[in-house]
Structures are given as structure tokens and as C-alpha cells.
Nanobody
Framework: QVQLVESGGGLVQAGGSLRLSCAAS????????MAWFRQAPGKEREFVAA????????YYADSVKGRFTISRDNPKNTVYLQMNSLKPEDTAVYYC??????????????????WGQGTQVTVSS
């Protein structure tokens, strides 16, 4: 049974930082590309960042490029999202997900097999 469990969300002021973690189990973690998505109230779920199986290649949505960093620790079966210079428009529930692609391009939701339960990030102005 595949499980993805996010943690690290919370309330932060604009300009602040948070680091999200996603612990995976029930999956051969080192074989999968991974991705982060987010969903704000009343909006569709949107792609944020992706990383390939080794961590050597990454890809970001334009809205977070230069501010967010995705990384992974395969021995710990964990993927991270370091979020800096946060803005109120970054407020959303953040989800980690598996990606059947190569981890170095945009990830459409139909390419995701497994989702985490999400963690809330709220950025106050």
C-alpha cells in the first residue's frame, strides 16, 4: 500500500520560509520521479515542482522559480520543498505526488498515480 505523508505546513508571514517534507512508503521510492502540487480555495490543483529519481534534474512552475527548491533523500524515502520569499498568493494546500514521467518537465495531474493527503500553507500579508 503506497502512502505519501506531508508535513511542515503552517502559518508564516510574507517574506518568510517553510520547508515541506513528504515521507513515502510502500513504493520503490528511488525509482520514481516526484512532484509537488498545490490547491488554493476555489482553484484547480496546480503543478509546483518536480524532481527526477536521482535528484539530478528538477523543474519548476514559473510562479515559484527562484523561490522554491525541490530535493530528495532516497535513503530516507523523503522529498522536500524548501519555500523562501513566500507570498500571500502561495497560500494553498500542498500535495506531494508520484510522477510517471522523467521529473524534468511539467507534470499534468493525469500522470500522477499517488497523492499525499496535503498540508496547509498560509502566508499572511
Amino acid at each position: 500500500q503506497v502512502q505519501l505523508v506531508e508535513s511542515g505546513g503552517g502559518l508564516v508571514q510574507a517574506g518568510g520560509s517553510l520547508r515541506l517534507s513528504c515521507a513515502a512508503s510502500g513504493v520503490t521510492f528511488g525509482s520514481w520521479s516526484m512532484a509537488w502540487f498545490r490547491q488554493a480555495p476555489g482553484k484547480e490543483r496546480e503543478f509546483v515542482a518536480a524532481i527526477n529519481w536521482s535528484g539530478g534534474r528538477t523543474y519548476y512552475a514559473d510562479s515559484v522559480k527562484g523561490r522554491f527548491t525541490i530535493s530528495r533523500d532516497n535513503p530516507k524515502n523523503t522529498v522536500y520543498l524548501q519555500m523562501n520569499s513566500l507570498k500571500p498568493e502561495d497560500t494553498a494546500v500542498y500535495y506531494c505526488a508520484t510522477d510517471r514521467g522523467t521529473g524534468d518537465s511539467y507534470v499534468p495531474t493525469h500522470r500522477v498515480d499517488y497523492w499525499g493527503q496535503g498540508t496547509q500553507v498560509t502566508v499572511s500579508s
